[in-house]
């Protein structure tokens, strides 16, 4: 079996064994557990690094590791998610660079601002019962932000990058819907299946994303 091979099987079993097997405490272990898995995808996207590098290389890489931060940190809600936050800025700027113009891939951007707006609508009505106004204005931007990402990501036509963007979409709207909306079953393990996923192909795109280069 070969390196790349082998390191995709370890994050695989990383991941299995953060989300089946280890339990919610200690806090301390949970917290490890979980962000091993994004350690070994940057040291994937590392390996994926082809040999003439630029910006957007280095703007994922970034990305990928303020996620991490955001693991690591989101049982303290606001500073995991500005560190999220962050990350998809990175994102954003990756990926405009990559922008290919696309009259098709340009539709995205509508049901992406429907489903945005539905979400966005949910959240602040679900944070105003709940007496959480301080929240709103985070999440909305948090909100824009990835919702950009998202569609910055089908722009650059890269397919790696629009698969895990989408399923970072999934991921996030499925942790919020059950944190402040209302409980969805399995919700910690769809999150972090799709999140993972998110992040794996992502790391997966740094070697193509060369062949689309744009300077902006």
Request: aromatic share 14%; glycine share 6%.
């Amino acid at each position: 079996m070969d390196h790349t091979k082998l390191l995709r099987m370890i994050i695989l079993i990383m991941g299995i064994i953060y989300i089946f097997v280890i339990p919610n405490n200690p806090m301390e272990v949970k917290l490890l557990f979980k962000i091993i898995p994004m350690l070994l995808i940057i040291y994937y996207g590392l390996q994926r690094l082809p040999i003439e590098r630029h910006l957007t290389h280095y703007l994922i890489l970034l990305g990928l590791g303020f996620s991490m931060i955001g693991d690591g940190t989101l049982h303290w809600f606001i500073i995991g998610l500005s560190a999220f936050l962050i990350g998809h800025l990175f994102y954003i700027g990756a990926f405009l660079r990559q922008f290919q113009w696309s009259g098709q891939r340009m539709l995205s951007v509508i049901p992406l601002l429907l489903f945005g707006l539905f979400i966005g609508y949910q959240l602040v009505e679900s944070l105003r019962i709940d007496a959480n106004d301080t929240l709103i204005i985070p999440v909305i931007i948090y909100i824009l932000a990835i919702m950009t990402m998202c569609w910055l990501a089908i722009m650059t036509g890269n397919i790696w990058a629009i698969i895990g963007s989408v399923l970072f979409v999934i991921s996030d709207s499925i942790l919020a819907w059950n944190r402040f909306i209302s409980v969805i079953d399995f919700a910690d393990v769809l999150v972090m299946v799709t999140y993972y996923a998110a992040q794996f192909f992502i790391a997966h795109c740094l070697t193509t994303i060369a062949n689309t280069r744009r300077s902006i």
